[in-house]
Nanobody
Framework: QVQLVESGGGLAQPGGSLRLSCATS????????MGWYRQAPGKQRELVAT???????IYADSVKGRFTISRDNAKNTVNLQMNTLRPEDTAVYYC?????????WGQGTQVTVSS
């Protein structure tokens, strides 16, 4: 069973920053493409960013230039640095690990951007 443990959500003001982290096992970290998705109330879950095990990244257009996904190889952790936050970034953020047909999710962490 793939375990993904998220941390770092919370409340931020518009223009502020938050950092999300997702810890997993060394085998998952080395073999899977890791990513972050989000789901706002009443909306479908959407891609935020992904990173492969050779550090290739993909970002949603809405977060390009503001969010950065990265891998911490020493801690088997994937981080999402979120800067210049906007109210429309408010959502539950989910960590994801994907390899072929295998697709696993974390429990989600709430991010709220509000003044």
């Amino acid at each position: 069973q793939v375990q993904l443990v998220e941390s770092g959500g919370g409340l931020a003001q518009p223009g502020g920053s938050l950092r999300l982290s997702c810890a997993t096992s060394v085998n998952i970290f080395r073999l899977y493409t890791m990513g972050w998705y989000r789901q706002a109330p009443g909306k479908q879950r959407e891609l935020v960013a992904t990173i492969t095990n050779d550090d290739s990244t993909i970002y949603a257009d809405s977060v390009k230039g503001r969010f950065t996904i990265s891998r911490d190889n020493a801690k088997n952790t994937v981080n999402l640095q979120m800067n210049t936050l906007r109210p429309e970034d408010t959502a539950v953020y989910y960590c994801n690990a994907q390899r072929g047909p295998q697709n696993r999710w974390g429990q989600g962490t709430q991010v709220t951007v509000s003044s």
